[in-house]
């Protein structure tokens, strides 16, 4: 257990020198928690361990190990002589003086001591009239300092003179109640401050990278990685060369409606056709769109020059030649699925 409420560091227990002795000797020390039944003890001082009662307190150490340890007497609550029983053997018990105090928690730390000067009930009895005596008699005197009321310190001052232990061996025990006690405080954990270590050995340089690191195209797979969408990376939007520039330089206009029936205008290439064929029949003149072309009258390519005609006939004639034609050159509109298949059969 971690509770060790009377057992001190090597050599920092209170020195006995000052304080007159009332009896000293050797035996075995060891504390057992007094609340909990059938409890191994906390720690053991062998029976070579020197012990000295004072008027103040009760010292021990061990010689060999330098423990050392120190009980004073505002904190005992209960004195109890408890006697060996008539057993040998492994079943034989051994004669213990018990001093129990109260605790923190409802804890109840007990020293008790037994064996080597206190081999006897005998011994055991004249060593806790000695100790009943001393706890008595310091509480009488520091009464005003422990906060003891008037009625308990007359009753103390009984056990100063009261009856003394009379035990034997195989008996019940007695056990003594002794008023204006303390209670121990827990000690406190020995704190060890925490050792850091310097995580980075080499200083940061701005400069360049860091110790260790290496860059991001050595690696062979840190490429694919920038893109995915789990370490939320854009990749960069890169121009199409060749066609995202032409649709910044060049402005959106709406498509004609030629292109977008997909055939030029019938009613526009009738009119255009009349009015060609009112200009060579008014005279021959050249009503081409396209100044830099020679034209040809029509009425020299339909008038063969072995059959003069009249300016009626020739009239006649091309009208009915421009009906027939009319009809054959009219032109569908073209359909989607014929420009994204390229057909060539269309119906004429």
């Known amino acids: ?96 003086i018990q001093l129990v105090c109260a605790g923190p928690g409802g804890s109840f730390p007990a020293l008790v001591f037994a064996g080597g000067d206190l081999a006897t009930v005998g011994d055991a009895d004249r060593l806790a009239n000695v100790l009943r005596q001393a706890i008595a008699r310091y509480r009488v005197d520091h009464a005003a300092e422990l906060g003891i009321p008037a ?50 050995l080499q200083p940061y340089l701005p400069s360049g990278p860091a110790a260790g690191s290496v860059p991001a195209a050595t690696v062979s797979s840190y490429a694919p990685m920038t893109g995915r969408a789990e370490f939320g990376v854009t990749p960069p939007q890169v121009l199409r060369p060749g066609f995202d520039e032409l649709a910044q330089s060049r402005p959106g206009r709406p498509a004609d409606e030629a292109t977008l029936l997909g055939a030029p205008d019938l009613e526009a290439r009738a009119a255009d056709l009349a009015a060609r064929v009112a200009n060579l029949v008014a005279g021959g003149i050249d009503y081409d769109r396209h100044a830099n072309e020679t034209t040809t009258n029509l009425s020299s390519l339909l008038a063969r020059p072995d059959e003069p005609l009249g300016r009626a006939e020739q009239v ?33």
């Open 316 to 348: 006649r004639r091309t009208a009915a030649r421009l009906a027939g034609n009319s009809a054959r050159g009219r032109v569908a509109p073209r359909r989607p699925a014929d420009d994204e298949m390229g057909s060539t059969t269309r119906p004429l």
């Open 1 to 96: 257990m971690s509770e060790r409420f009377f057992l001190a560091a090597a050599g920092n227990a209170a020195d006995a020198a000052g304080s007159r002795v009332l009896w000293s000797g050797r035996c075995a020390v060891a504390e057992y928690a007094f609340e909990e039944p059938s409890s191994l003890p906390r720690w053991t001082l062998p029976e070579e361990t020197d012990v000295v009662v004072t008027e103040e307190q009760v010292v021990y150490r061990d010689a060999a190990t330098g423990a050392t340890g120190e009980l004073s007497w505002p904190f005992p609550q209960h004195l109890r002589v408890q006697p060996g029983n008539r057993d040998t053997g492994r079943s034989a018990t051994v004669t213990q």
């Open 151 to 200: 009625p308990q310190t007359r009753m103390l001052s009984r056990l100063v003179i009261g009856p003394e232990f009379n035990n034997y061996q195989g008996g019940e025990g007695q056990t003594v109640s002794l008023l204006g006690a303390a209670a121990v405080v827990e000690p406190e954990p020995v704190y060890e401050e925490p050792v850091y270590e310097e995580p980075f």
